[in-house]
């Protein structure tokens, strides 16, 4: 299973030369493929595998709740912070101490992603939903994939990409 991202279909080399880039971007909106490995990983699952979502997402929402933050992820976070700075979404999850000498989080920190949990949340949604309507185990899968690519999650990913300069279209997400 190949669930490697794509381009936008707006990343064009006319799109960055009229940007006056002679390349895309390394980092930030611009740099973004489509997200392939949520639908990578939910194909292999349906496909392939046995648990539910449900099951093969609890240890991920766990941590996305909160779990306390390793030193080496921590200072790395504080060693690239001037580039999260960057970017709302990523300053506002990675950097909790804003304003301070230490903006990431401390080693041992409670770290939280709330919106990533949310997320994950709306994926076992979408899989308990299709359960309940009769769907089978698969197809309740490939319920939190359109989810995912077509549906609200999809939106926010468009919204929040577009809303700092990146390409992404509903199209693209649809397309994956």
Same mark, same amino acid.
């Given at each position: 299973?190949?669930?490697?991202?794509?381009?936008?279909?707006?990343?064009?080399?006319?799109?960055?030369?009229?940007?006056?880039?002679?390349?895309?971007?390394?980092?930030?909106?611009?740099?973004?493929?489509?997200? =392939?490995?949520? =639908?990578?990983?939910?194909?292999?699952?349906? /496909?392939?595998?046995?648990?539910?979502?449900?099951?093969?997402?609890?240890?991920?929402? +766990?941590?996305?709740?909160?779990?306390?933050?390793? &030193?080496?992820?921590?200072?790395?976070? +504080?060693?690239?912070?001037?580039?999260?700075?960057?970017?709302?979404?990523?300053? $506002?999850?990675?950097?909790?101490?804003?304003?301070?000498?230490?903006?990431?989080? +401390?080693? =041992? /920190?409670?770290? $939280?992603?709330?919106?990533? &949990?949310?997320?994950?949340?709306?994926?076992?949604?979408? +899989?308990?939903?299709?359960?309940?309507?009769?769907?089978?185990?698969?197809?309740?899968?490939?319920?939190?994939?359109? $989810?995912?690519?077509?549906?609200?999650?999809?939106?926010?990913?468009?919204?929040?990409?577009?809303?700092?300069?990146?390409?992404?279209? $509903?199209?693209?997400?649809?397309?994956?």
């Amino acid at each position: 299973v190949n669930a490697l991202g794509v381009a936008p279909t707006g990343a064009t080399a006319a799109f960055f030369r009229d940007k006056g880039m002679k390349y895309p971007p390394d980092v930030g909106p611009l740099a973004a493929v489509t997200p =392939g490995t949520p =639908g990578g990983l939910m194909m292999m699952l349906a /496909e392939y595998g046995t648990l539910s979502l449900a099951d093969v997402l609890a240890p991920a929402i +766990e941590l996305a709740d909160g779990y306390p933050i390793e &030193a080496e992820t921590a200072n790395r976070i +504080e060693s690239v912070k001037a580039q999260l700075k960057q970017w709302p979404d990523s300053r $506002r999850v990675m950097l909790p101490h804003a304003g301070s000498a230490r903006e990431a989080p +401390e080693p =041992g /920190e409670m770290f $939280r992603q709330p919106d990533l &949990a949310a997320t994950l949340r709306k994926l076992v949604a979408a +899989e308990r939903a299709a359960l309940a309507a009769g769907k089978d185990r698969k197809a309740a899968i490939l319920a939190a994939y359109d $989810r995912f690519y077509r549906g609200d999650i999809a939106a926010d990913i468009v919204a929040g990409t577009r809303a700092v300069g990146g390409l992404f279209t $509903r199209d693209d997400l649809a397309n994956w």
